[in-house]
């Protein structure tokens, strides 16, 4: 069966230091996938795109990485701040236009 | 713009009532979605619209009707609501060629 799996711990990060989150993923074959953020009470916000032919993607202090072999993506945040505690979703495209979420994974940065 | 809009915020059912979510966008995208986010579940597809006019089956369809009313709306109906449909309810949207989708600020559904 398909399954996406991102970790259902939070994770408990000192201000300053680089959080990184993991996607896993079986039985997809998405030709890219997308990191959202979710502040509690409200909708998903979109962050990054990766699509299969790419390695790395960066915007700003966000990092994510696509290994199609390994069926995995990370997702950095560098110098991690106060204001980027929340929950972060993986989500793979398939079909037409639909997107597979994650279940998400909780950042708490400790000031 | 606003984005994507959804009304109600909150709604509290009583099991067996009917009721008609709605979603509106302004930027003109052709693609509509309707995901429920329930706790450890993660968001699942109910429904979505590829363009105006046509209308698709998601992971969890049953118990939900949809209609694309033009390019702008696409309403969620529940015929007979059922405590198992308590859930948060998010609207999204896409326009095809940015391949990312916004999201609405979700309703929250109780049904008892």
């Known amino acids: 069966s398909q399954k996406i799996e991102q970790n259902s711990e939070a994770l408990n990060i000192q201000e300053g230091k680089t959080a990184t989150l993991t996607c896993n993923y079986t039985?997809?074959?998405?030709?890219?996938l997308q990191w959202y953020r979710q502040d509690p009470g409200r909708g998903p916000v979109f962050l990054l795109l990766i699509r299969e032919n790419e390695k790395e993607k960066r915007k700003e202090r966000l990092k994510v990485t696509f290994d199609t072999t390994l069926k995995q993506s990370l997702f950095h945040i560098t110098a991690s701040q106060p204001a980027d505690s929340a929950t972060y979703l993986c989500a793979l495209a398939y079909g037409n236009n639909r997107l597979a979420f994650g279940k998400g994974n909780q950042v708490v940065v400790i000031p | 713009n606003a984005g994507v809009t959804q009304t109600p915020k909150f709604q509290v059912l009583k099991t067996g009532q009917s009721m008609t979510l709605q979603c509106a966008q302004d930027?003109?995208?052709?693609?509509m979605y309707w995901y429920r986010q329930d706790p450890g579940m993660g968001l699942r597809l109910i429904y979505y619209s590829a363009s105006e006019g046509t209308t698709d089956k998601g992971e969890v369809p049953n118990g939900y009707n949809v209609s694309r009313l033009n390019k702008r709306e696409f309403s969620l109906r529940l015929e007979s609501a059922a405590p198992s449909q308590t859930s948060v309810y998010f609207c999204?949207?896409?326009?095809?060629?940015?391949?990312?989708?916004?999201f609405g600020p979700g309703t929250r559904l109780l049904v008892l």
């Open positions: 999204a949207s896409e326009s095809g060629q940015e391949e990312t989708q916004y």
């Open positions: 039985n997809y074959s998405p030709a890219y």
């Open positions: 930027m003109n995208h052709n693609s």
